[in-house]
């Protein structure tokens, strides 16, 4: 034994031990050189990320809303923005022209589609309700579960997903190389190149950028300095909201001193989706994490344009805001991971319209680019 071990600490003892790590790095010289011709393979045929060449912009944020994050890989052009609209607007990048992010994110829906849950090509049902894209640059992950860190990062994944547009990447790539103005749009946005995923997502998620929602009756309100901007039914509806002994909606739907997301971007299990046996059908959260406390979490949604967006939570189950007003007073439904801040709150039935006065509120105004190009 104590044989072994000194072979072992002390390389090169014998000649048996020497030719070992002579061929060991021998194997690994091989490998370092086969890894050198894949990597080399690979740069012929993939491109490098592009960035858009033309002159940044700054997007302005109207009232109620922080400045809008950008990332330096990819700064907004006009260009930019205007090939994102178009390929936001264009069914062609769904198997079978029928869908485009437009169909589930409509701008005359709040950029939602008003379904319980999805439905997609081939009228395929998904299991979560639609978000509105208004306002999702300022979110830290995309998704309900936060799957995806970055809007470009999301924008390839409905294309491809089998029951939203169903068209493989490769594919999407190649049906857009062959039209024209596509070409020369993307040459316009990131210089001579062909047309690849990486600058479609880019081009995608700079338009997102641009679908802003703010300067609502609660924005002029709390931020503009008018004081009649809200009914005084809402105003009471807001005292309501952020009282900690009240409502506390505010703990989770944040409302910052000189901005407000209504979101901490953070997951929550508030018990919904229930079935009958009292399970949660979907993990949420718990499947990106595999961490307990996940399990059955979701991410705080904005609740800017919530009016407008109806039916609510992650799977659509509440039809109206007073069904979801009614689900916090009985404090969520129990179980094992049930957030601690989920407790049944005690509203009569004018703070309960109150509230619902104040949701109203937080209807905003929409972007000037929010339709079709050609359209405005
Ligand atoms: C078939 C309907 C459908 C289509 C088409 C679709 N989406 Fe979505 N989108 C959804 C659903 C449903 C979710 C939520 C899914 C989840 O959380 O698992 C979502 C989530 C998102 C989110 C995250 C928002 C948030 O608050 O987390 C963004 C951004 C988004 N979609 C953008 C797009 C873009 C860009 C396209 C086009 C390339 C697109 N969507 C196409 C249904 C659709
Ligand atoms: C513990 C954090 C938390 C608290 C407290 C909280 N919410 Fe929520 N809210 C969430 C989460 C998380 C969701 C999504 C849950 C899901 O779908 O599973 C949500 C969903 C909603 C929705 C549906 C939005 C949509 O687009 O589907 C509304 C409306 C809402 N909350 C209003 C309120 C009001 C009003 C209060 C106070 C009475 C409140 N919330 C308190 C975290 C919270």
Known sequence: MKNVLNRCLLPDQSSRYGVASASLKCLFLLAFL???????????TAEPPANPIGTAIAIAAPLGLPPVPVPATNMPTAEAIALGRKLYFDTRLSSDNTFSCASCH???IRFSDGLQVASGVRAQRGT????????AVYRQTQF???RARSLEQQ??????????????HELCV????AIQSYQDEFAKVFGPGRITMDKIEKAIATFERTLLSGNSAFDRYQFGGDKTAMSVAAIRGLAIFSDKNRGNCTVCHTINEKFALFTDDKFHNLGVGMNAS???????RFEQTKIEADRGAFRTPSLRNVAKTAPYMHDGSLKTLREVIDFYIGGGNSNPQLDKDM??????AQERDDLIAFLEALTGELPPNAEAPGKE
């Open 34 to 44: 086969l890894v050198c011709l894949l990597a080399c393979r690979q740069s012929q």
């Open 106 to 108: 409509s701008p005359y």
């Open 128 to 135: 979560r309700n639609t978000p509105t894209v208004l306002n």
């Open 144 to 146: 309900w579960d936060g």
């Open 155 to 168: 924008a390839s994944m409905p294309i491809a997903n089998p029951i939203e547009m169903d068209l493989p």
């Open 174 to 177: 190649t049906k857009l190389s």
């Open 278 to 284: 009292g399970e949660l059908t979907d993990l949420g």
């Open 343 to 348: 407790k049944p709150i005690k509203l009569s």
